[in-house]
């Protein structure tokens, strides 16, 4: 039925302020009322109707992604939306298109890497989209390995030009969003040459295509690398393989704010420090990880709403059957996904204030605090995004067969999202450079260096080497400082332990290569600390709204608490708790998950999506699944007729038993 509200019973549970909580959601009241007014904005017109997006063929979809992407500027010039709305705009269309690395790759690297001179001739295209932009470092042969590209630009001082070259196949540029069909101009990184001497890796703006007639110039092989994963997904995208052979540009095209070539060929490094660099570094990790909480809780919201209107077994003298949602084992699957979505959210927002503190002691020349949040923003990128990837892998069982089906919004969502585990950095390598500023830390605990900021918890090596859990009853796992020292001696432990293994090794980076995977574990564990105590740093502050810092405090619980579960070989084999103290842990944590379940609604309404946004019949907000998945199914195109193509070709000739007649 049209109107009713299937999860009404639900919501009527709800101990806390659904609406404050959106606000603690949002990160401020005005993130709340922008975000609530544009993704209605968008949800309300027709122009960004996701309506059969997974059955359409490529072209078909990736001409409908255009279309949107122009509309969306028409609507955006139109309504005179700000900067910021217009991101938000952007964000709520909701389909991977070539402006997502225009304005987040493209325009940033122009402002980041530009001179002055420079953004002032080419910012003002950009902004009005004059010219379209993407950002092309990755090529087929290299991706995590930058100082590997092949790529070349060799400059000519007789002509005062670059010359952008591949010299091989696997120097083809790779992947590049937007660089397919629609961008006009690329920022490519190549190997810079003067005088005979490679002076490594530069940014470059090269021209790919005709302002005129959109055709690739003279030089320049450009196109589309092909199907990816899922049906509609990251398919509206256009990622592009791109080749040069010997194409000029002029010097003053080589990006110039921290180095610059001479009209004779000098090499000379400008008085701006290469670090500034980290900035932008730090901002597009932040964001990823923003977007891990973004993802995790679309995911979430889908499968906690589906397993409250899921009925199955346990019907007594005729009755209703058993929610989903009320069995423990679907709950042990859930809840920690739910932490997990508020534990992100509020890591991503202490990244921001971590990217203001960079950029404020950048401005200073105050470097000291960038190998750490170099450290913390790769580690954190990489566990936010692995976590999220298989978190709605995990939501997708957690709706049994009916999360298989694209109308469930999880195989899409699924698709689009796991990309994130590789690009801006695999995840594995991430971790490792991680594990090396780790052992660097420990190596300097002696020298009178005091670690800063996430790993200042290593200053009081000698207490966490030590140092043993009092807990002695399962409400005692409930104080946050107990909490913490478990999660700080576990990380300080096991970061020892790959140190003194790696002191046994003669070459140290043979030792790096025999024990990374030990160092992978001991980054990870680091990094889930972090996590930990940046959810336990938030409730410190002042958090209003009847009963909302309650809830908080059981998801923090949750998440912190399950990971010790999940990782109790970590925590027991370091020693810092016993089993019995692990036992006692996992009995709270079905106490919280008991507290937790008749919130469990009100907590993914409190994301505030629309069912635009989530496009999900198990997600939809009155629970009205039944009904509208039966509809969903006959407007597929098979459905069209009730005689499929081929079959009078093949299948009547086979029932006929007449197969030498059939058209094979």
Request: hydrophobic share 40%; aromatic share 10%; proline share 3%.
């Amino acid at each position: 039925m049209e109107g009713v509200d299937y999860l009404a019973d639900e919501r009527k549970k709800a101990g806390f302020d659904v609406d404050e909580m959106k606000i603690v959601w949002a990160g401020s009241r005005h993130d709340f009322e922008l975000t609530d007014r544009i993704s209605k904005l968008v949800a309300n017109d027709p122009g960004f109707s996701k309506e059969g997006r997974t059955m359409l063929p490529r072209k078909e979809l990736f001409k409908n992604t255009l279309r949107k992407a122009a509309y969306a500027w028409k609507q955006i010039i139109e309504l005179r939306l700000s900067q910021e709305e217009a991101t938000m705009l952007r964000r709520y269309v909701d389909e991977p298109a070539f402006t997502d690395l225009h304005w987040g790759m493209f325009i940033p690297a122009l402002k980041g890497q530009g001179t002055d001179k420079q953004q002032e001739k080419w910012l003002p295209l950009a902004y009005k989209m004059q010219i379209i932009g993407c950002y092309a470092q990755t090529e087929l042969g290299h991706g995590s390995n930058v100082q590997g590209l092949e790529t070349t630009a060799t400059f000519d001082p007789q002509t005062d030009e670059f010359v952008i070259h591949s010299p091989t196949l696997t120097s083809s540029k790779w992947w590049p969003g937007g660089l397919g069909k629609v961008s006009t101009h690329a920022v490519v990184y190549a190997r810079l040459i003067t005088d005979g001497k490679d002076y490594g890796v530069n940014g470059f703006i090269v021209q790919l295509r005709s302002l005129e007639d959109h055709k690739p110039l003279p030089g320049v092989t450009v196109g589309d690398i092909g199907m990816k994963f899922g049906n509609g997904a990251y398919n509206s995208m256009d990622n592009g393989v791109l080749s040069f052979d010997h194409v000029r540009i002029p010097r003053d095209q080589m990006l110039m704010r921290v180095s610059q070539v001479t009209k004779e060929g000098k090499y000379v490094q400008s008085d701006i420090p290469r670090q500034l660099l980290y900035g932008t570094m730090v901002y597009v990790r932040q964001s990823i990880v923003a977007d891990a909480s973004v993802a995790m809780s679309r995911a979430v919201c889908i499968a906690t709403r589906y397993s409250a209107v899921r009925r199955q077994f346990g019907s007594q003298n005729g009755g209703q059957e058993t929610q989903v949602i009320d069995y423990k084992t679907q709950q042990n699957r859930l809840f920690p996904l739910l932490a997990s979505a508020y534990a992100f959210r509020f890591v991503g927002e202490w990244l921001k204030w971590l990217y203001t503190d960079v950029n404020q002691r950048l401005a200073a020349n105050d470097f000291s605090t960038l190998p750490e949040a170099h450290a913390c923003t790769a580690g954190l990128k990489s566990l936010t995004t692995s976590a999220t990837a298989d978190g709605i892998e995990e939501c997708r069982k957690l709706c049994g067969g009916h999360g298989y089906l694209c109308s469930s919004g999880l195989p899409e969502l699924f698709a689009v999202y796991v990309p994130a585990c590789t690009y801006e950095g695999d995840n594995v390598v991430l971790q490792l450079q991680v594990a090396r500023f780790l052992m660097k830390t420990i190596s300097q605990l002696g020298t009178g260096k005091k670690p800063v900021g996430t790993v200042s918890y290593m200053g009081r090596i000698e207490h966490l080497m030590q140092c043993r859990s009092d807990v002695k009853q399962a409400e005692d796992w409930l104080k946050p400082s107990a909490v913490l020292e478990a999660f700080e001696a576990r990380s300080a432990r096991m970061s020892v332990a790959c140190a003194k293994n790696l002191s046994k090794f003669e070459n140290q980076e043979e030792g790096f290569a025999e024990l990374a995977a030990d160092l992978v574990e001991a980054a990870v564990a680091h990094c889930q600390l972090i996590v930990v105590s940046k959810y336990i740093e938030k409730l410190q502050q002042n958090i209003p709204g009847k009963g909302v810092k309650q809830q908080l405090e059981v998801l923090c619980g949750i998440y912190s608490l399950f990971l010790l579960h999940k990782h109790q070989g970590d925590f027991l084999g370091t020693g810092h708790i016993t089993s019995k103290q692990g036992s006692l842990a996992n009995d709270q944590l079905r106490a919280l998950y008991s507290q937790l379940r008749p919130n469990a609604i009100s907590l993914v309404d409190a994301f505030n999506y629309t069912d635009h946004y989530l496009d999900s019949i198990l997600g939809r907000y009155d629970g009205n699944v039944y009904p509208k998945l039966y509809e969903a199914a006959w407007k597929d195109p098979l459905n069209k007729s009730d005689i499929a193509d081929g079959f009078h070709e093949y299948i009547r000739p086979l029932l006929k038993q007449q197969l030498r007649t059939a058209k094979l």
